[in-house]
């Protein structure tokens, strides 16, 4: 089991910035991929950023040039750095972790982007 837990959502202004933290913890070894996905209110679920094992990175066109997913060098905590924040950004934002056949998903947090 992986337990995944998000903290760093609040409350900002159209053009600030926020950095999303997520903390994994239990079976971390094996994650392959880990990600941050965001689910606005009526729309689906859709991915932002990933990092591999491996330490590629991908990202949503909507985000490119703004967010930078990271991880410290134990790899148990990764970060979504977001930047020149809009407020199509608002949504809540969930970290996810691909271990094998498995994924596992955080509990989400809100980020709410005024303009």
């Known amino acids: 089991q992986v337990q995944l837990v998000e903290s760093g959502g609040g409350l900002v202004q159209a053009g600030g910035s926020l950095r999303l933290s997520c903390a994994a913890s239990g079976s971390i070894v094996g994650i392959n991929v880990m990600s941050w996905y965001r689910q606005a209110p009526g729309k689906q679920r859709e991915l932002v950023a990933l990092i591999t094992s491996g330490g590629s990175t991908n990202y949503a066109d909507s985000v490119k040039g703004r967010f930078t997913i990271s991880r410290d060098n134990a790899k148990t905590t990764v970060y979504l750095q977001m930047n020149s924040l809009k407020p199509e950004d608002t949504a809540v934002y969930y970290c996810?972790?691909?271990?094998?056949?498995?994924?596992?998903w955080g509990q989400g947090t809100q980020v709410i982007v005024s303009s």
């Open positions: 996810a972790a691909l271990r094998g056949p498995r994924d596992y």
